[in-house]
């Protein structure tokens, strides 16, 4: 059992905006501005796409925002495209006297 | 730009001690980044493992810490991960990454060993 939920999957059509939640607790994701995502493709690591809720690493395109709202933490993809489809994950920080980093069970982003 | 790369044996005996080390390239392993492992069982999500500060602090998850031990060789560059009385449960894909000291998201990723645990 993962420790924040996430939707096992989602889907949308090309140039479409898809929303993917990941929900946890006051203890990590509530509690901290520490919210990650990662994409991974099939056979691949993980690639950082958003950090600290809303913040996007050099080369992560404008098309994936982050949001937060209490317990919950929300990916966008906004005009989706073919390379979108692959698996996401969140993370958060839950602090140092307890599980450093937890993961959401990850979402299965289809392109239609 | 972080490069890690893990290596290790692919396969690992039953009740026996899974193995693993990260060699870290273009960046000192003493400066800011916590350097963690995570895995990933075949078809399954990513489950954090620990992380280990250059200065030794160590984090593991609660799930493992019996069996967990990660340790850092500052002069080698490379940190490494024991796993002991593993069972095919431990069967997965383990990764090596450099975390952010404050917020723990991770910047870098190695790509990823598999590990079978099978007599």
């Known amino acids: 059992q993962s420790a924040l939920t996430q939707p096992p999957s989602a889907s949308g059509s090309p140039g479409q905006s898809v929303t993917i939640s990941c929900t946890g607790t006051?203890?990590?994701?509530?509690?901290?501005?520490?919210v990650s995502w990662y994409q991974q493709h099939p056979g691949k690591a993980p690639k950082l796409m958003i950090y600290e809720v809303s913040k996007r690493p050099s080369g992560v395109p404008d098309r994936f925002s982050g949001s937060k709202s209490g317990n919950t933490a929300s990916l966008t993809v906004s005009g989706l495209q073919a390379e979108d489809e692959a698996d996401y994950y969140c993370?958060?920080?839950?602090?140092?006297?307890?599980?450093?980093?937890?993961f959401g069970g990850g979402t299965k982003l289809t392109v239609l | 730009q972080v490069q890690l790369q893990e290596s290790g044996p692919g396969l690992v005996k039953p009740s026996e001690t899974l193995s693993l080390t990260c060699a870290v390239s273009?960046?000192?392993?003493?400066?800011?980044?916590?350097w963690g492992w995570i895995r990933q069982p075949p078809g399954k999500g990513l489950e954090w493992i620990g992380s280990?500060?250059?200065?030794?602090?160590?984090y593991y998850n609660p799930s493992l810490k019996s069996r967990v031990t990660i340790s850092v060789d500052t002069s080698k560059n490379q940190f490494s991960l024991k796993l002991s009385s593993v069972t095919a449960a431990d069967t997965a894909v383990y990764y090596c990454?450099?975390?952010?000291?404050?917020?723990?998201?991770?910047?870098?990723w190695g790509q990823g060993t598999l590990v079978t645990v099978s007599s």
């Open positions: 280990i500060y250059h200065s030794g602090s160590t």
């Open positions: 006051s203890s990590d994701v509530g509690g901290y501005n520490y």
């Open positions: 273009g960046y000192s392993i003493s400066s800011g980044y916590y």
């Open positions: 990454a450099s975390l952010r000291v404050t917020t723990s998201s991770i910047d870098y």
């Open positions: 993370s958060s920080y839950a602090g140092s006297n307890n599980l450093h980093v937890v």
